[in-house]
């Protein structure tokens, strides 16, 4: 399951959360406005938006340009 924390205002989160609607990707987007997903998201000890989190192989990685290459390279 991919899961990618963005925030109001952002660039870089629109740029990957564009790539992902061109793929057809299906994603749960959790807005750090919540509360709940800024303490996941800290405790995963990311500074930077976006955020993605891909569960089912256990990648964690922020800087949009590298999410937009690694969601191409896996074809998801």
């Known amino acids: 399951m991919l899961i990618l924390y963005t925030k109001n205002g952002c660039s870089y989160c629109e740029k ?10 299906t994603y749960e987007e959790r807005n750090i406005e919540n509360l709940d997903y800024l303490k ?9 938006m ?13 800087e949009s340009d590298d999410i937009i290459d690694y969601v191409s390279e896996y074809n998801f």
């Open 16 to 25: 990957v959360k564009r790539v992902f609607l061109e793929k057809s990707l």
């Open 50 to 62: 976006p955020y993605l989190v891909d569960t089912t192989a256990n990648v964690k990685m922020a």
């Open 40 to 48: 996941e998201l800290q405790d995963y000890g990311a500074r930077t």
